[in-house]
């Protein structure tokens, strides 16, 4: 009979350590959770720029084929053909650049 009460205290210790377990396994999951949350977040900060400089990018194409038409209507001089030029390679550079960014945060996405 001596053994009655150990006996139940080493079993109500097992059931607490097997609830402890337990509360372990669950904050080590809220933990990789919030992990992902805080990757999420990082993605969504650097998508937020690119929309940035995308929105840019738009504004500047429609400013060059408003040059290209007013071409169409007047005598156009070899510096101004020069300036859109140069206008276009640094918008075919600005998205170049920008979707080599995206590729590269797509491919951290997939992994």
């Known amino acids: 009979m001596a053994d009655e009460p150990e006996d139940s205290v080493l079993t109500f210790l097992r059931r607490l350590e097997d609830k402890f377990d337990h509360l372990n396994d669950e904050v ?54 020069e300036a859109i030029h140069h206008d276009l390679n640094r918008l075919q550079q600005q998205v170049s650049e920008l979707t080599a960014r995206l590729e590269i945060v797509e491919g951290r996405d997939r992994h």
């Open 28 to 81: 080590a999951t809220h933990t990789r959770m919030l992990d992902l949350l805080q990757q999420d977040t990082t993605l969504i900060r650097v998508l937020s720029g690119h929309t940035r400089t995308l929105d840019i990018l738009l504004q500047d194409t429609r400013m060059v084929r408003g040059a290209v038409n007013d071409m169409a209507k007047e005598t156009v001089t070899a510096g101004e053909v």
